[in-house]
């Protein structure tokens, strides 16, 4: 009797644990579900018009000012400058390919409509979406840099280290990211061009990205702020593996600051022609037609902002001075190059994700991505070669850099990437 009555307590506190657990999951799953519907509502803004792109995404066409920069704190009482209030002037390149096209950014989604003007494009952010990030609070986010260069960093015996006009820059390890660059470095910078070459390179898995980028810092390696822009393939973060146009910052090395595109507050866009984040074309191929995109990003000396532009004469939009406190003024270190994102990184084996082409930067013209027309501005607002440049890889036998000059009197162009895992030499 006894054991009977020990048997039917036993079940019974089964089953309250069970109808508890219930509760708890179902709780949990209405608070996700929440938290979910308010994040899509914060980023998502009321569409003036809707664009079904053929490549699946939708573009919302969204009142200028109604944009998600305008969430920001220091935002609220902001008026848009429209247009940069500069030209600029740049000296001549002889840096020249043949078949090459210079395209005025042309999205999948603009053949099936355009936005009107007082509106800007963005793409919207899907529930797949957010339930791909990590966490609600860091979609969009850069994942976190490791020490990627600063004159305090010193003592380290995995310190890599370039002199560049007797100024030493120094990289500390880059935890789960592999560059490969070009870069400069002086006191004031304020402004940067590149044309890069488009491609669409290999992602192993979802967790991992690979782009081909500039990027303007300025600040301690632990600590730099940034303002960079490119083409990138991202499936964590747009759910496919086409290239797309990105633009990023941060204060923080992307500790809690700053986002991709436009899925945080920040970044003010004017342009009512492109979309942030959305795929670009035409690619170009091994051996035949290469296609290139102007990056330039620049201070304007007026409202101190970070203005982005494409195809050297569309402004996109800008950054605000007062998103920053040391870029404030000017940067301190230009990059040209790609960056990988993998846990594979420096590890055997090491990840199949592709930087740039997925061929080496020695391969050259109609093989290798490469970025031409390398542009520093400084205060005399003239577009010019850097004086002193260095060429870096954290990872020379997985990716790899070379400052080709053709020839006596030519410019030099920028080659860079790599296959990622290729045994022997990146096994």
């Excluded at 870069?183 to 979802?206: C, F, M, R």
């Excluded at 593996?241 to 945080?264: E, M, V």
């Excluded at 001075?321 to 003024?329: A, D, E, G, I, Y």
Aim: hydrophobic content about 35%; glycine content about 8%; proline content about 7%.
């Amino acid at each position: 009797m006894e054991m009977e009555r020990g048997k039917t307590i036993r079940l019974l506190l089964a089953m309250a644990l069970l109808v508890l657990s219930s509760r708890v999951i179902k709780a949990e799953a209405e608070t996700s579900h929440s938290e979910i519907d308010r994040k899509l509502k914060q980023l998502n803004k009321p569409a003036v018009k809707t664009i079904k792109s053929e490549d699946g995404d939708t573009i919302d066409c969204v009142d200028i000012y109604k944009q998600p920069a305008f969430d920001h704190p220091a935002l609220k009482n902001h008026t848009i400058q429209m247009r940069p209030s500069f030209e600029i002037a740049s000296n001549s390149s002889n840096a020249k390919n043949e078949s090459v096209s210079h395209s005025i950014l042309p999205q999948t989604w603009q053949r099936s409509g355009s936005c009107p003007e007082g509106t800007i494009p963005i793409r919207r952010i899907l529930r797949k979406d957010l339930l791909r990030a990590t966490s609600l609070e860091n979609f969009g986010r850069k994942p976190p840099a490791q020490p990627s260069y600063a004159g305090n960093i010193t003592g380290s015996p995995n310190l890599h280290s370039k002199s560049i006009n007797n100024t030493e820059i120094n990289f500390g390890p880059q935890v789960n990211r592999s560059t490969a660059i070009l870069l400069t470095e002086a006191y004031s910078y304020v402004g940067a061009t590149g044309d890069i070459n488009i491609w669409n390179p290999n992602v192993e898995s979802q967790d991992e990205y690979t782009t081909a980028q500039i990027w303007l810092k300025a600040g301690p390696g632990d600590n730099f702020e940034s303002v960079e822009a490119g083409w990138m393939v991202n499936p964590r973060l747009y759910g496919d593996k086409r290239t797309r146009l990105f633009a990023l910052w941060t204060r923080d090395s992307y500790k809690s600051t700053g986002c991709f595109d436009l899925t945080c507050t920040g970044f003010v866009q004017t342009s009512t022609a492109v979309a942030l984040g959305a795929p670009i074309e035409p690619l170009s191929s091994e051996g035949g037609q290469q296609f290139q995109l102007s990056f330039g990003i620049f201070l304007d000396p007026n409202s101190g902002n970070w203005w982005l532009k494409i195809s050297k004469t569309v402004p996109i939009g800008y950054w605000p001075p007062n998103l920053f406190s040391l870029l404030t003024h000017s940067a301190k270190l230009v990059e040209w190059g790609g960056e990988v994102y993998s846990s594979k990184i420096k590890k055997a084996p090491h990840t199949t994700t592709a930087m740039g082409s997925g061929e080496f930067a020695r391969n050259l013209y109609g093989n290798a991505c490469y970025i031409q027309n390398v542009r520093i501005m400084d205060y005399s607002l003239m577009l010019k070669y850097p004086e002193w440049v260095q060429t870096y890889a954290s990872e020379e036998y997985c990716y790899s850099a070379y400052n080709y000059i053709k020839g006596y009197g030519t410019e030099p162009v920028f080659y860079f990437g790599g296959p990622g895992r290729k045994p022997p030499y990146c096994p």
